[in-house]
Protein backbone atom coordinates (compact mmCIF):
# COMPACT_ATOMS: atom_id res chain seq x y z
CA UNK A 1 0.00 0.00 0.00
CA UNK A 2 1.13 3.59 -0.92
CA UNK A 3 2.31 5.84 2.46
CA UNK A 4 1.35 9.22 2.39
CA UNK A 5 2.44 11.10 -0.44
CA UNK A 6 3.73 14.80 -0.80
CA UNK A 7 4.87 17.17 -3.37
CA UNK A 8 6.91 18.80 -4.89
CA UNK A 9 9.39 16.75 -2.25
CA UNK A 10 12.06 19.68 -2.43
CA UNK A 11 10.71 23.93 -3.37
CA UNK A 12 12.73 26.82 -4.33
CA UNK A 13 11.67 30.06 -4.54
CA UNK A 14 11.71 33.32 -4.06
CA UNK A 15 10.46 35.42 -1.20
CA UNK A 16 6.98 37.26 -2.10
CA UNK A 17 6.19 34.11 -4.41
CA UNK A 18 3.07 31.81 -3.51
CA UNK A 19 4.00 28.17 -2.65
CA UNK A 20 1.28 25.31 -2.72
CA UNK A 21 2.24 22.16 -0.73
CA UNK A 22 0.37 18.67 -1.94
CA UNK A 23 -0.47 15.83 0.50
CA UNK A 24 -2.13 12.63 -0.55
CA UNK A 25 -3.32 10.83 2.70
CA UNK A 26 -2.87 7.00 3.45
CA UNK A 27 -6.56 5.90 1.80
CA UNK A 28 -8.89 5.39 4.50
CA UNK A 29 -7.02 7.71 6.92
CA UNK A 30 -9.69 9.87 8.13
CA UNK A 31 -7.23 12.45 9.80
CA UNK A 32 -4.80 14.50 7.92
CA UNK A 33 -2.07 16.54 10.27
CA UNK A 34 0.62 19.33 8.41
CA UNK A 35 3.69 19.77 10.81
CA UNK A 36 6.47 21.87 9.98
CA UNK A 37 9.95 21.12 11.12
CA UNK A 38 13.23 23.58 11.62
CA UNK A 39 16.29 23.58 13.27
CA UNK A 40 15.07 26.50 15.96
CA UNK A 41 11.51 25.15 16.72
CA UNK A 42 11.89 21.56 16.00
CA UNK A 43 8.75 20.14 14.67
CA UNK A 44 5.12 21.62 15.37
CA UNK A 45 1.72 21.23 14.15
CA UNK A 46 0.49 23.58 11.89
CA UNK A 47 -2.98 22.47 11.58
CA UNK A 48 -5.29 18.90 11.47
CA UNK A 49 -8.38 17.81 9.28
CA UNK A 50 -10.25 15.18 10.86
CA UNK A 51 -13.29 13.72 7.75
CA UNK A 52 -11.86 16.78 5.68
CA UNK A 53 -13.00 19.33 8.73
CA UNK A 54 -10.52 21.56 9.93
CA UNK A 55 -10.08 20.89 13.73
CA UNK A 56 -7.21 22.77 15.22
CA UNK A 57 -5.35 25.37 13.34
CA UNK A 58 -3.95 27.42 16.27
CA UNK A 59 -1.14 26.37 15.47
CA UNK A 60 -0.80 28.38 11.39
CA UNK A 61 1.46 31.26 12.24
CA UNK A 62 0.22 33.69 10.23
CA UNK A 63 -2.48 34.87 7.96
CA UNK A 64 -0.39 34.18 5.07
CA UNK A 65 -0.84 30.48 5.49
CA UNK A 66 -3.92 28.71 4.78
CA UNK A 67 -4.72 24.96 4.16
CA UNK A 68 -7.69 22.99 2.71
CA UNK A 69 -8.83 19.65 2.07
CA UNK A 70 -11.52 19.27 -0.38
CA UNK A 71 -11.97 15.75 -0.28
CA UNK A 72 -10.59 13.03 1.48
CA UNK A 73 -7.52 12.06 -0.59
CA UNK A 74 -6.16 15.41 -1.15
CA UNK A 75 -4.91 18.42 1.16
CA UNK A 76 -2.99 21.30 -0.22
CA UNK A 77 -1.05 24.05 2.42
CA UNK A 78 -0.66 27.29 0.83
CA UNK A 79 2.24 30.48 1.80
CA UNK A 80 1.18 33.83 -0.19
CA UNK A 81 3.83 35.57 0.37
CA UNK A 82 6.37 33.42 1.50
CA UNK A 83 9.04 34.83 3.46
CA UNK A 84 12.72 33.05 3.82
CA UNK A 85 11.45 32.65 7.64
CA UNK A 86 9.22 29.88 6.22
CA UNK A 87 11.92 27.83 5.28
CA UNK A 88 11.08 24.35 6.65
CA UNK A 89 10.69 20.70 5.87
CA UNK A 90 6.94 20.38 6.09
CA UNK A 91 5.41 17.01 6.86
CA UNK A 92 2.06 15.95 6.00
CA UNK A 93 1.02 13.12 8.21
CA UNK A 94 -2.59 10.59 8.37
CA UNK A 95 -3.88 8.42 10.86
CA UNK A 96 -6.92 5.98 10.35
CA UNK A 97 -9.67 7.21 12.66
CA UNK A 98 -10.91 11.00 13.58
CA UNK A 99 -10.25 11.96 16.82
CA UNK A 100 -8.89 8.93 18.41
CA UNK A 101 -5.64 9.13 20.58
CA UNK A 102 -4.23 5.72 20.07
CA UNK A 103 -3.97 6.42 16.66
CA UNK A 104 -0.80 6.05 14.93
CA UNK A 105 0.37 9.02 12.55
CA UNK A 106 2.20 8.23 9.47
CA UNK A 107 4.41 11.16 8.01
CA UNK A 108 5.16 11.54 4.35
CA UNK A 109 8.35 12.50 3.24
CA UNK A 110 8.04 15.69 3.83
CA UNK A 111 8.48 18.95 1.10
CA UNK A 112 12.00 20.64 2.16
CA UNK A 113 10.97 24.24 1.35
CA UNK A 114 13.87 27.29 0.59
CA UNK A 115 12.52 30.65 0.46
CA UNK A 116 15.81 33.25 -0.89
CA UNK B 1 6.58 23.53 30.76
CA UNK B 2 7.69 21.11 28.00
CA UNK B 3 5.43 18.38 27.33
CA UNK B 4 7.97 16.09 26.38
CA UNK B 5 11.74 16.57 27.11
CA UNK B 6 14.63 14.28 25.77
CA UNK B 7 17.62 15.32 27.62
CA UNK B 8 19.82 13.40 25.52
CA UNK B 9 20.56 15.22 22.30
CA UNK B 10 22.95 13.03 21.20
CA UNK B 11 24.44 9.62 22.35
CA UNK B 12 27.29 7.14 20.73
CA UNK B 13 26.75 3.36 20.72
CA UNK B 14 28.68 0.55 19.86
CA UNK B 15 27.38 -1.82 17.15
CA UNK B 16 26.10 -4.60 18.50
CA UNK B 17 25.20 -3.06 22.05
CA UNK B 18 21.88 -1.90 23.55
CA UNK B 19 20.96 1.92 24.34
CA UNK B 20 18.21 3.29 25.71
CA UNK B 21 16.99 6.86 24.50
CA UNK B 22 15.77 8.44 27.42
CA UNK B 23 12.31 10.47 27.21
CA UNK B 24 9.92 12.25 29.93
CA UNK B 25 6.36 13.81 29.76
CA UNK B 26 4.39 15.84 31.01
CA UNK B 27 0.12 15.87 31.08
CA UNK B 28 -2.51 16.01 33.57
CA UNK B 29 -4.84 13.65 30.89
CA UNK B 30 -5.37 9.61 32.09
CA UNK B 31 -5.39 8.95 28.78
CA UNK B 32 -2.74 9.33 26.67
CA UNK B 33 -0.30 7.52 23.84
CA UNK B 34 3.33 7.62 23.52
CA UNK B 35 5.43 7.59 20.41
CA UNK B 36 8.95 6.97 19.11
CA UNK B 37 9.58 8.15 15.17
CA UNK B 38 12.72 7.90 13.92
CA UNK B 39 14.59 10.04 11.09
CA UNK B 40 17.36 9.20 9.12
CA UNK B 41 19.57 11.76 7.33
CA UNK B 42 17.33 11.05 4.21
CA UNK B 43 14.55 13.33 6.43
CA UNK B 44 11.72 10.72 6.31
CA UNK B 45 10.05 10.38 9.53
CA UNK B 46 9.40 6.53 10.33
CA UNK B 47 7.42 5.31 13.06
CA UNK B 48 8.93 2.60 15.26
CA UNK B 49 6.74 2.22 18.28
CA UNK B 50 3.66 2.83 20.48
CA UNK B 51 2.61 2.94 23.78
CA UNK B 52 -0.97 3.54 25.58
CA UNK B 53 -1.26 4.86 29.04
CA UNK B 54 -3.46 2.30 29.63
CA UNK B 55 -1.10 -0.55 28.70
CA UNK B 56 0.18 -2.43 31.46
CA UNK B 57 2.80 -4.04 29.49
CA UNK B 58 5.98 -2.57 27.79
CA UNK B 59 5.73 -2.36 24.45
CA UNK B 60 8.21 -4.55 22.01
CA UNK B 61 8.63 -4.34 18.30
CA UNK B 62 11.38 -6.10 16.85
CA UNK B 63 14.76 -5.04 18.40
CA UNK B 64 12.98 -1.87 19.87
CA UNK B 65 11.09 -2.05 23.16
CA UNK B 66 9.76 0.80 25.43
CA UNK B 67 10.29 1.17 29.14
CA UNK B 68 7.26 2.54 30.42
CA UNK B 69 7.07 4.24 34.13
CA UNK B 70 3.77 5.36 34.47
CA UNK B 71 4.49 6.83 37.80
CA UNK B 72 7.92 8.44 36.55
CA UNK B 73 5.96 9.83 33.38
CA UNK B 74 8.80 8.11 31.56
CA UNK B 75 8.67 6.42 28.40
CA UNK B 76 12.62 5.41 27.20
CA UNK B 77 12.89 3.64 24.08
CA UNK B 78 15.41 0.76 24.54
CA UNK B 79 17.14 -0.61 20.85
CA UNK B 80 18.87 -3.84 21.17
CA UNK B 81 21.77 -5.32 19.13
CA UNK B 82 22.62 -1.72 17.29
CA UNK B 83 23.01 -1.71 14.16
CA UNK B 84 25.17 0.89 11.88
CA UNK B 85 21.52 1.90 9.98
CA UNK B 86 20.08 3.14 13.50
CA UNK B 87 21.93 6.04 13.50
CA UNK B 88 19.30 8.94 13.40
CA UNK B 89 17.33 11.43 14.90
CA UNK B 90 15.02 9.75 17.57
CA UNK B 91 11.97 12.16 18.36
CA UNK B 92 10.04 10.85 21.09
CA UNK B 93 6.18 11.88 20.89
CA UNK B 94 2.67 12.08 22.72
CA UNK B 95 -1.00 12.31 21.79
CA UNK B 96 -3.50 13.33 24.22
CA UNK B 97 -6.95 12.69 24.51
CA UNK B 98 -8.23 16.57 25.66
CA UNK B 99 -6.26 19.27 24.05
CA UNK B 100 -5.19 19.28 20.38
CA UNK B 101 -4.83 15.81 20.27
CA UNK B 102 -2.10 15.87 17.98
CA UNK B 103 1.48 14.84 18.34
CA UNK B 104 3.48 16.65 20.93
CA UNK B 105 7.26 16.21 20.03
CA UNK B 106 10.40 16.24 22.40
CA UNK B 107 13.76 18.21 20.84
CA UNK B 108 15.05 14.54 19.64
CA UNK B 109 18.11 12.59 20.38
CA UNK B 110 20.81 12.47 17.61
CA UNK B 111 21.94 8.46 17.77
CA UNK B 112 25.59 7.33 16.15
CA UNK B 113 26.19 3.74 16.42
CA UNK B 114 30.09 3.01 15.88
CA UNK B 115 31.35 0.35 14.28
Known amino acids: DAGVIQSPRHEVTEMGQEVTLRCKPI?????LFWYRQTMMRGLELLIY????????DSGMPEDRFSAKMPNASFSTLKIQPSEPRDSAVYFC??????????????FGPGTRLLVL | AQKITQTQPGMFVQEKEAVTLDCTYD???????LFWYKQPSSGEMIFLIY??????QNATEGRYSLNFQKARKSANLVISASQLGDSAMYFC????????????FGSGTRLQVQP
Open chain 1, 27 to 31: SGHNS
Open chain 1, 93 to 106: ASSPRAGVWTETQY
Open chain 2, 93 to 104: AMREDTGRRALT
Open chain 2, 51 to 56: QGSYDE
Open chain 2, 27 to 33: TSDQSYG
Open chain 1, 49 to 56: FNNNVPID
